[in-house]
Each structure stands twice: as C-alpha cells, then as structure tokens.
C-alpha cells in the first residue's frame, strides 16, 4: 500500500470512529408538538430554561396533533407534546409511546365578532351556542387540520346534535391550517371560531374578536407528553428525549409553566402528577 493509499485508508477508519461518536454527543432532540405550544409563546419561555439546565437543543415541529402523532409513528420526533386524550391513548395502546404524562392544561373558548350575530354571548354552554350558530347560519371557521383543538370542535359540533355533513355549508369554513392562520381568516371575515386560550391571549389581529362563550367545563383543554418508543424506532434518544419529559414533569418545569404570563394572565397550568 502506497503512502497516499494509508493515509486514506486511516481517514476513514477515523471518520468511521468518529461518525458514532459525534451522534453520540449531539445533544439535541426533536419534539413533535401543536401549533397553540408554539403560536402561545410557551416554547419560547420554556426551551431556554430547559436548555440552560440540561444542556439539550430542543428542535420543535409545531403541527397539529394528529401530525404530531404521525411523526412519532414514523420514529422522526423523540417526544410528542399533544392535546389530544383520545389520541394520545391510540398512540399508546399502538405500542408508539413509552409512557404518557399529563403536563398541564388551559381551556378552549368560543371566539365570535362583537356583532354577535347568533346571540351566544356571555354564554356557558358550548353546545347550545354551536346549535345557535349553525341555526343563524353565522360564519365558523374551523381548523380543519387533525389538530386537538380541531377534534375537540368536532366532538363538541356532534354532542351538540349538530350533523355537520348535513348542516354543511358555505358558513362552515373548513380551513385546514394552525391555529394562528385559523384565527386570522376568523378575522378577517367576522367569524365565529373554537380556540385554546393560550393562542388567542399572543394572538395581535383581533380584529373586530372576542372571546363570547367560556367557562364550560366541557371546554377543559389536557396537554400530555410521551416519550416516542425506541424500541419501534432505533433513532430515538431515549436518554435525552425522556430527560425533557422528566424536566417538563419537574418541580422546576412546572414552575416554569406557571410562570409563563401575557398581560398578568396565566396561560397554561401545571399538573403533573395528575390522572388527566
């Protein structure tokens, strides 16, 4: 063997050694979560303190949750942040997740133009204001997109008694975007339209908006994480994806949830520890 010939030969022999290495020592996870965690400003609050205490890059892919899901299905996200029970329960019966923890929680609100053209504000029935609304043939706009938020409309139109298949029509906006753009087309066009609390308090373009049914209990809106199963999918960072589920979990991720405030409001509430 030539010089030239050895030379290459240990190049990449070390590039092979290192290669693993190198993976190894990337500290950085992808955590699969929903556009409201993203849109509220809450990564943005908790990601640094997060960061700061572990050391860990945190890469989120802000979709809706039924995508969220599909990632982790897929092995290309390390953790899953949703809002979805139901959802989050089929992900875990699938074998897709290791083990589910509630997180926190804030609600849902009915969102409609001041005018209030189908009479529900200061309502607290969500089922009776979706009912007045399809009755006024008033303009909804719904996400559209498998989100939590958008499987909470659809749970919400249909214990209403509302057939949406029949009821369909052009004041029925299936938008099929995040919760920010949703909001936006709301406004644009003065339409009523189902939000999580936290989105609409960092939401800027109200526009002629405002909140006009809360306080429902139905409205309680549950966000859990789970560790995606590495047993399924080998690229899974087990170690540095389940320590950001313990410190989410955590007396200081926890306090850093509370923390996080618009205007004095709080946005999300912390419950770990909870059966939610």
């Known amino acids: 063997m030539n010089r030239r010939s050895l030379v290459l030969a240990v190049i990449a022999v070390a590039a092979a050694f290192a290669m693993p290495l190198a993976r190894a020592q990337d500290k950085s996870i992808v ?11 809450l990564f943005s609050h908790l990601l640094p303190a997060f960061e ?4 860990i ?11 969220a899901l ?31 923890y509630p997180v926190m929680y804030n609600d849902f609100v009915l969102i409609g133009p001041k005018q209030d053209p189908a009479k529900v504000v200061g309502g607290k029935d969500i089922f009776e204001a979706l009912r007045k609304i ?20 659809l749970r919400y139109w249909k214990d209403a008694g509302v057939d949406l298949d029949k009821a369909n029509g052009p004041w029925y906006r299936d938008n099929g975007s995040g919760m920010g753009p949703a909001l936006n087309t ?16 960092s939401f800027k373009n109200r526009g002629d908006l405002t909140i006009v049914v809360e306080g429902d209990r139905r ?12 047993t399924k999918h080998p690229s899974v960072k087990r170690d540095l994806g389940q320590q950001f589920v313990d410190w989410l979990i955590s007396r200081k991720g926890q306090e850093t949830i509370a ?4 205007g004095g409001e709080q946005l999300f509430f912390p419950n770990a520890g909870s059966d939610s």
Do not use: C
């Not at 700061?52 to 050391?55: A, I, M, S």
């Open 134 to 153: 399809e009755v006024a043939k008033a303009p909804f706009v719904s996400r559209g997109d498998r989100s939590g938020t958008h499987a909470a409309e």
């Open 219 to 230: 409205l309680f809106n549950q966000y859990g994480v789970m560790l995606v199963n590495p």
């Open 52 to 55: 700061k205490d572990t050391g």
């Open 259 to 262: 923390a996080y405030k618009i």
């Open 31 to 41: 955590v699969a979560s929903t556009t409201s965690t993203e849109q509220s400003g």
């Open 57 to 67: 890059k945190v890469r989120v892919v802000a979709v809706g949750t039924g995508q």
């Open 186 to 201: 709301a406004a644009s066009m003065n339409a009523y339209i189902l939000a999580d609390r936290g989105t609409w308090l």
């Open 70 to 100: 599909d990632i982790g299905r897929r092995g290309d996200a390390d953790v899953v942040f949703v809002h979805d029970r139901a959802a989050e329960d089929k992900f875990m019966s699938e074998g897709e997740g290791v083990r589910r």
